[in-house]
């Protein structure tokens, strides 16, 4: 049984900067691919980021985060990080972390296989 379990999120000021934290277990997390998803009020769910497995050496971005957020991990704590830095309003949302094991596109929520509860971020202007 995997678990995935967000932290990190709150409320900052816009231009402020938060990092959120996926700890996971119940696999070999270096193993799997991961990735950062935001839903926001009355919105679809949105692709933020994503890692490949092992060294991540592949990042990929969402359009709307591109050099503000920065994806990473850390395979020896089991935990996957995202930097959010000059934070908007329209950063809002609930984040979600999301295993993947084959990946084809890591934009797609579907390629991923569990999901975390979700932490909310909230940015006032």
């Known amino acids: 049984q995997v678990q995935l379990v967000e932290s990190g999120g709150g409320l900052v000021q816009a231009g402020g900067s938060l990092r959120l934290s996926c700890a996971a277990s119940?696999?070999?997390?270096?193993?799997?691919?991961m990735g950062w998803f935001r839903q926001a009020p009355g919105k679809e769910r949105e692709f933020t980021a994503a890692i490949s497995r092992s060294a991540g050496r592949r990042t990929y971005y969402g359009d709307s985060v591109k050099g503000r957020f920065t994806i990473s991990r850390d395979n020896a704590k089991n935990t996957v990080y995202l930097q959010m830095n000059s934070l908007k309003p329209e950063d809002t949302a609930v984040y979600y972390c999301?295993?993947?094991?084959?990946?084809?596109?890591?934009?797609?929520?579907?390629?991923?296989?569990?999901w975390g509860q979700g932490t909310q971020v909230t940015v006032s202007s």
């Open positions: 119940g696999r070999t997390f270096s193993s799997y691919a």
């Open positions: 999301a295993l993947g094991d084959s990946m084809s596109d890591y934009g797609h929520g579907w390629e991923y296989d569990y």
